[in-house]
């Protein structure tokens, strides 16, 4: 199992686990707030935008191009910015945290 | 906003736009009974994938549920699935559902969608393996359908998206694929012609056989084979034949109850229907977009949760107006197509080809953008949307000369 933890704009920490599917798949099945997943997964709406806390940024790595561009659709967007469903749960993102970022 | 405590909001139809009507509502501060029917029994899902991955990968059921059902406990959302709901009368404020069960309602959300057009083809009925793809149970049956024959002959009828979403997902699980398109293009309805016939192109080097002008006229079985008898005088030997003609509004409860109905449920700005009691929803709305200035029936994600938003702030009292720029997208092979806006009414298309399969084109109705359509080309999409929402002025010269990068070419 891997741990991820979410940070939602009220400032609320939750620590939730799961092995597979996406990030964003976790956070609409643990009802984290403001990650929403509209399209369902496919890089297609912006709605599952995260900011990944800086000292996890390269564990996690940076985005695509496709999602690079989907991300200026987001005022909020940062260096840090990834949309969770492009970042498949694996093992070695055990215990990041990640910030919502709307 | 008054107490909502004692009351009850019930939504019709639990897809898209009617699962995010009900937590939205949660969200704005409803605190009484929201009640969520829908004649499918599935836990409510995604529907996009349907004629995509969930037909090509082996993905879980609960892997494309648009909420997992502790949500729907936890937001206090009473689920009545696989339950129809018969008879609305607005002034008892009152419907029947399943075997004469009656619910009062405070507010009523009608998200009733859509259903897959059936056109008259004689022999349609009496035929084996023919079903539309419109919900989870037509997509069970056309995998098992596939996988019992040896033979994975599959005529589509229609070319719109879902026909070739389906194409193109059924060829990659090895079957023989036929599109059968009456009108002289694909994506008529829907599309441009320089995006017809891209599509075109790329569903026939992916080797689809593609028939335009072609109507399914008959539909037979002769020595225990099924033949689709087109038109233009061919039989197309048939193991499999997947109906992607449209769809047909669900209006008649609407309709029924006495409101606005044209081409689907007028509503206004607030999603609210001529009943102020009564407010609807997604595919099944006609609405006003106010950026074009026009009255739209659209088919989307985006529509369904945009309306979701606006009618649940609206019931819960906030002064809210719909306004958003129509957005879609489209998935096949390995391609992928996003539009934002309208084009309806363009009177010129401007082609910027990036690389190999990588393009967008750019619908000008004289100096006004008024959508992007872009194939593998994300960032076209992106600046599109900004452009078109700020009503940014461009010009055109400059964003045809393929020498500049995108960026500085609408700049």
Redesign the interface.
């Known amino acids: 199992m891997v741990k991820i933890t979410f940070i939602t704009q009220e400032n609320e920490t939750i620590t939730v686990e799961g092995n597979s599917?996406s990030i964003m798949?976790l956070a609409?099945?643990n009802?984290i707030k403001g990650i929403?997943g509209?399209?369902?997964g496919?890089c297609?709406?912006a709605t599952c935008h995260v900011h990944v806390a800086p000292e996890y940024m390269e564990v996690v790595g940076p985005p695509s191009?496709?999602e690079n561009?989907?991300l200026?659709?987001d005022d909020n967007v940062t260096e840090y910015s990834r949309l969770s469903c492009q970042i498949p749960l694996k093992e070695t993102l055990d215990g990041i945290v990640l910030k919502v970022a709307n | 906003m008054e107490n909502t405590t004692d009351k009850i909001a019930a939504v019709i139809g639990a897809s898209?736009a009617g699962v995010n009507v009900a937590f939205n509502l949660r969200k704005e501060g409803w605190l009484g009974t929201i009640l969520l029917f829908d004649t499918d029994p599935a836990l409510p899902y995604?529907r996009?994938?349907l004629s995509k991955t969930y037909i090509t990968n082996k993905d879980s059921e609960a892997?494309?549920a648009l909420?997992?059902m502790?949500?729907y406990k936890?937001?206090g959302i009473e689920l009545k699935l696989g339950i129809s709901v018969n008879k609305i009368d607005p002034k008892t404020k009152q419907f029947t559902y399943g075997e004469g069960h009656i619910q009062n309602y405070d507010v009523l959300v009608l998200a009733t969608g859509a259903k897959p057009f059936i056109p008259n083809i004689p022999g349609l009925e009496q035929a084996k393996n023919i079903l539309p793809l419109r919900s989870l149970a037509h997509v069970r049956h056309i995998k098992k359908a596939l996988e019992q024959r040896q033979q994975k002959r599959v005529v589509v009828i229609g070319g719109g998206y879902i026909g070739l979403e389906i194409a193109a997902s059924l060829l990659k699980l090895g079957a023989k694929v036929t599109i059968l398109e009456r009108e002289a293009r694909l994506l008529a309805r829907v599309a441009s012609p320089e995006l017809s016939n891209f599509f075109s192109d790329l569903h026939q080097k992916n080797g689809i056989n593609i028939k335009t002008k072609t109507t399914a006229a008959s539909i037979t079985m002769v020595e225990g084979t099924q033949y689709v008898h087109g038109d233009d005088g061919n039989a197309y030997a048939s193991d499999l034949v997947v109906l992607g003609c449209g769809i047909q509004v669900n209006t008649a409860l609407a309709q029924e109850a006495g409101l606005d109905v044209e081409n689907g449920i007028k509503v206004d700005a607030q999603c609210k229907t001529r009943d102020k009691s009564i407010y609807a929803i997604g595919d099944c709305t006609l609405h006003h977009n106010p950026h074009y200035d026009r009255f739209v029936r659209l088919e989307s994600?985006?529509n369904a949760?945009d309306q979701s938003k606006v009618a649940a702030a609206a019931i819960c009292g906030k002064d809210i107006r719909y306004d958003s720029i129509p957005w879609f997208?489209s998935?096949q092979y390995d391609c992928?197509l996003?539009l934002v806006g309208l084009h309806d009414g363009y009177d010129e298309a401007l082609v910027r080809h990036e690389a190999k399969n990588s393009f967008s084109i750019w619908y000008f109705n004289q100096e006004e953008l008024l959508a992007v359509a872009a194939v593998n080309h994300?960032?076209a999409?992106?600046l599109g949307?900004k452009l078109i929402r700020n009503r940014q002025k461009i010009d055109k010269t400059k964003l045809a000369d393929i020498s500049l990068d995108l960026k500085l070419a609408i700049s």
Do not use: A, F, R
């Open positions: 599917g798949e609409v099945n009802t929403d509209d399209c369902g496919v297609s709406c191009e496709i561009d989907m200026e659709l | 898209h995604h996009p994938p892997q494309h909420k997992p502790v949500s936890k937001e994600v985006q949760v997208w998935d992928k996003q994300t960032k999409y992106v949307t």
